[in-house]
């Protein structure tokens, strides 16, 4: 069996199809299923016409690490693939599930498919639906598998030494190379002194992580000089015995990241080493950003579990079995030796872990001391259930018998008790022996309190703009094209995302005249969605979820493009800043000073809204091109809303009569967080996190606040930081109070990925701390978007719109799972119900509220938008249960200024912290 090794690039590319095999459920003459494999666009495979759905499967002819495929259609419109799915298989005829779901555009370019990396032989695409429902056959011209790479590893906390760094002539410190600002650089020493070639540059994560690869970014100042050319790449548990599986290559002159990959290793230190300079130039080696990528330390607890062996040194020496799992290094297994009739190879060493767990790889330490005897080369590794039946992971691999650095293999997980090694053959003698073994959990799998992510979601689109309707499915839009942002048409492409059913619907928005891109998003008490300004900045639409139409409202009284917009408790909708478009303030427009809306009276300008006190210190010129964007909006009691940020310096905004403005503080020593965000976790209480000084070319922070509203105090207190730090980001709040941040980016920059945090992060409350959070496959930076569903989990989805060559376009979104919808084994957590709740409810008023089994604390949640960062509808309130007539009587908050008229999500939650799937109902 081959070894097979999870890893993966940021930028997926696809697998050689040498000896690939396809088959299809039908096709017709002339249009066989190969031509879907043959690089030529101008063939394809087409079905015939019978009802669809139409399957394509790919044999790979060996296990792959896959990432995603590529679809292009064939020449013409109809066959063009709709709704699809994509399933995988070892064996070709048990199938897993679903491992992607989506729509398809219709379109006749090419389409992206990503998912978290699998190892598999056989892929099979579904057409489900044709894209127009013009016919009932699907095409295919090309269809690629990606092989994918594991994430970058978050960077918090990590050093870095090299063997030289400029320091004199500018600050080109080894530092800077895992600074996250690509603006900055490694380069090593030019005054004074050019020292040769070759150089180092060692990190050290002072944690260990499963590593897998390495992407190196030149310097991005025009220069070429010190871009690697040649290179070492090794790794180490301790920084002194280096690995010896070493990886080498070149590296060119490119502005983009390139990046290797290598066979899994457990390490605490990477070092890369520059052999040559890329172009000759001259004696230096330069970097923007050093990352590597791969995954938590996968090393499974040993807690209780015993070793056996065919055969165990206790006469000369103590050499028991059990040594090779009591974590010391210092002592060793080791077979017989004393006994003239010691036993020859092969010798075996079994390890039962008492209960039966998800394995995928194991890692050797061979013994620490100064003799090299015994030390392991070619090896079997088997798993078993029972230690009767056994199946084998790994066959005649090896271990380098001349190192006693820790060595790793990782193999496809399984379900075992039992792992066992057989060595076949050693360094000297007849002799096995270990320092220690470690079996690691699959590689990338459910890691206890961290969650987990689904099978990505494929859009026709690219959902920079999103907002839950009141019957759990998800509107989401682009802009007038479906991977650009440049518009201004007068249409907007829009996709409904069913998480019931995983289905994708689209739609052409054209009956409004309004191009949605970048607007201000508000749900209205009666649910219908406004959409305001953006690429057709005037212009207001509305959307009604109960007959799914489209209608205008009027325009608004100054045009606007990236402001925000806030739902007032007396239903009205409150709107500031947005310079982006529809002329520029204090530049060539007057300043973007609110403006309100009513049922009544249409957009009224509010000049004593004064937008001046909440602008950032943004230096991108042009007036306040910038300064204004994305505020961070609270509607509160009598109509007041906080303009909790971006800018340092938060504001209560009246909305009476003219309107007003006063000061409420700064948030702390925070300074300006541009593309950062706030969001309510109960009644009054604010957490803000992340951002930058300024929203391009910006080192983004790792801050957090809690920010505490009493009347119209405002107080600040500073928590514990992110362990990433993040702009772009997206934060909800969960049914538990607790807030979870998705995406971002370290340096802020638009329609990059190069920095991106694929580790989500979940923030408590009651300890105002956070914790790392499962990785995403697909990077969530700038245009993306992240939505608290009705069950409980998280759409996370989008990224990009940048244009068709743009390579941070992201068709697709994924769900997260939240820990407390997870048992400690990573199966699903028994849930309570909501058995009966009214579907309305007054403020003020007490509702009587049964559930299937006794609970101990409910919370309601306003349901959200998103688009840029900001969703100014989220927000949650505890509501505390009193016993009566058999269920929970709940009294919702009076004041509407708190629980603001519209649709909200009631949650019960167990006492173990478990909540229900919810009950929607509509307040106010």
Not at 281 to 294: D, F, K, V
Not at 318 to 323: E, I, L, T, V, W
Not at 481 to 494: A, I, S
Request: aromatic residues 8%.
């Amino acid at each position: 069996m081959p070894r097979a090794v999870p890893v993966a690039v940021t930028t997926a590319a696809p697998l050689p199809r040498t000896g690939w095999t396809v088959a299809a459920d039908t096709a017709t003459s002339g249009f066989e299923a190969a031509k879907a494999l043959d690089d030529n666009t101008a063939t394809a495979w087409k079905s015939t016409d019978t009802a669809m759905p139409h399957t394509i499967t790919i044999d790979t002819k060996n296990r792959v690490a896959l990432s995603g495929l590529t679809y292009l259609p064939a020449t013409g419109t109809n066959g063009r693939i709709g709704q699809y799915r994509v399933q995988v298989s070892d064996n070709g005829t048990t199938w897993s599930a679903n491992i992607a779901t989506g729509t398809f555009a219709d379109t006749a370019t090419a389409k992206t498919v990503t998912i978290n990396t699998v190892i598999t032989r056989y892929v099979r695409l579904t057409a489900v639906t044709e894209a127009g429902n013009r016919v009932k056959w699907a095409t295919a011209a090309e269809i690629n598998l990606l092989g994918g790479t594991d994430p970058a590893l978050p960077r918090t906390g990590w050093t870095v030494a090299a063997d030289s760094q400029e320091t004199a002539g500018e600050d080109a410190k080894a530092a800077n190379a895992i600074d996250g600002n690509t603006g900055t650089i490694w380069h090593t020493q030019w005054q004074g002194g050019e020292p040769a070639l070759p150089h180092t540059f060692t990190i050290d994560m002072h944690s260990v992580n499963l590593v897998s690869g390495l992407s190196y970014l030149t310097r991005q100042d025009g220069s070429l000089n010190g871009d690697i050319g040649q290179y070492r790449i090794e790794t180490s548990m301790d920084g002194t015995a280096w690995s010896p599986r070493v990886t080498t290559g070149a590296f060119t002159d490119v502005a983009t990241a390139q990046t290797t990959t290598f066979g899994s290793e457990l390490a605490r230190y990477v070092r890369l080493t520059a052999l040559t300079e890329a172009g000759r130039r001259g004696p230096w080696t330069s970097a923007a950003e050093i990352n590597l990528l791969g995954r938590p330390d996968p090393r499974l607890t040993r807690t209780g579990w015993t070793a056996t062996a065919d055969s165990q040194e206790t006469v000369g020496e103590d050499g028991r079995a059990a040594n090779a799992l009591d974590g010391d290094p210092d002592t060793l297994w080791h077979t017989v030796w004393s006994d003239a009739n010691a036993p020859g190879l092969p010798h075996t060493y079994t390890i039962d872990m008492k209960s039966n767990q998800l394995v995928g790889g194991l890692s050797y330490l061979p013994r620490q001391d100064s003799s090299l005897n015994g030390l392991i080369g070619q090896y079997r590794i088997q798993t078993s259930t029972d230690n009767a039946t056994w199946t084998d992971r790994v066959t005649a691999q090896s271990f380098a018998t001349t190192s006693t650095a820790m060595q790793t293999v990782v193999f496809p997980s399984t379900t075992a008790r039992y792992l066992r090694i057989t060595v076949t053959s050693s360094s000297s003698g007849p002799w096995s022996t270990a320092a220690e073994f470690y079996v690691l959990g699959p590689s990338g799998s459910v890691v206890a309190g961290r969650g987990t992510w689904s099978a990505p979601v494929g859009f026709p689109l690219i959902p920079v703009a999103a907002a839950v309707l009141p019957n759990g499915k998800v509107l989401t839009w682009s802009a007038s094209w479906n991977d650009d942002y440049v518009g201004g048409t007068g249409r907007t492409l829009t996709a409904t995302y069913d998480p019931a059913t995983g289905v994708v619907t689209q739609r052409e928005v054209t009956e409004t005249g309004h191009d949605m891109f970048c607007p201000g998003i508000s749900v209205l008490p009666d649910g219908r969605i406004m959409v305001t300004g953006g690429n057709d900045a005037a212009v207001t639409s509305i959307y009604n979820p109960g007959t799914d139409a489209w209608t205008n409202g009027p325009d608004m009284t100054t045009p606007r493009g990236y402001q925000s917009s806030v739902t007032l408790g007396d239903g009205r909708v409150f709107t500031i800043g947005g310079s982006w478009s529809g002329g520029t303030g204090g530049y060539n427009a007057n300043r973007k000073n609110g403006e309100v809306w009513s049922a009544t009276a249409g957009w009224t300008s509010l000049p004593g809204a004064d937008v001046v006190p909440m602008l950032t210190a943004d230096p991108s010129g042009n007036g306040d091109y910038r300064k204004d964007n994305h505020a961070w909006l609270i509607a509160w009691s009598g109509n007041k809303v906080l303009q909790a940020g971006p800018s340092k310096q938060m504001n209560w905004y009246t909305i009476s009569g003219q309107g007003s403005v006063a000061g409420a503080g700064t948030r702390g020593d925070d300074g300006d967080a541009m593309n950062g965000n706030a969001v309510m976790y109960d009644t009054g209480k604010i957490l803000t996190v992340g951002g930058a000084p300024s929203y391009d070319d910006s080192n983004a922070t790792a801050n957090a606040y809690v920010l505490t509203i009493n009347g119209t105090t405002v107080t600040t207190k500073k928590v514990g930081s992110m362990a990433n730090t993040r702009a772009f980001q997206n934060s909800v709040v969960l049914p538990d109070g607790k807030v979870l941040v998705v995406g971002g980016e370290n340096f802020a920059v638009p329609f990059s990925d190069n920095t991106a945090v694929m580790n989500a992060e979940l923030w408590d409350p009651a300890t105002e701390t956070f914790t790392t959070m499962a990785t995403q496959a697909v990077p969530r930076t700038y245009h993306s978007i992240a939505l608290l569903l009705p069950d409980a989990r998280v759409l996370s989805a989008g990224g990009g719109l940048c244009g068709a060559t743009c390579d941070t376009n992201h068709f697709d979104g994924q769900i997260f799972t939240p820990p407390y919808l997870l048992t400690a084994e990573g199966t699903a957590a028994t849930r309570p119900t909501i058995t009966t709740a009214p579907t309305t409810a007054a403020n003020g008023a007490t509702i009587n509220v049964k559930t299937g089994s006794a609970v101990t604390a409910f919370s309601i949640v306003r349901m959200g938008t998103a688009t840029h960062s900001v969703d100014t509808d989220q927000r949650r309130l505890s509501l505390v249960p009193t016993a009566a007539n058999g269920g929970y009587n709940l009294t919702i908050p009076a004041d509407k200024g708190i629980a603001v008229p519209g649709y909200w999500m009631l949650f019960a939650l167990d006492a173990k912290g478990v909540p229900s799937v919810a009950k929607i109902i509509k307040i106010g």
